[in-house]
């Protein structure tokens, strides 16, 4: 599953990351900055609403 995001730098991973580890496992989780979408990728059948959440609580939910 891939998420579009504003996790813009290595700062905002550092923010979420606690986070998506914990929901998600340390690992299966990835961001690519460099992409002007930062999109998110975790696993099909992780629950993409809890995944929002956490977004949503660092504000890095894509507009």
């Known amino acids: 599953m891939t998420l579009n995001s504003k996790i813009n730098c ?3 991973i550092a923010k979420v ?12 989780w990835s961001v690519d900055t460099a992409l002007p979408n930062k999109p998110l990728t975790f696993a099909d059948d992780a629950d993409v609403d809890e995944v929002l959440d956490v977004l949503d609580a660092h504000n890095m939910i894509a507009d």
Do not use: I, M
Not at 17 to 28: F, I, T
């Open 10 to 12: 290595g700062g905002c």
């Open 17 to 28: 990351q606690s986070d998506l580890n914990a929901l998600l496992g340390e690992g299966n």
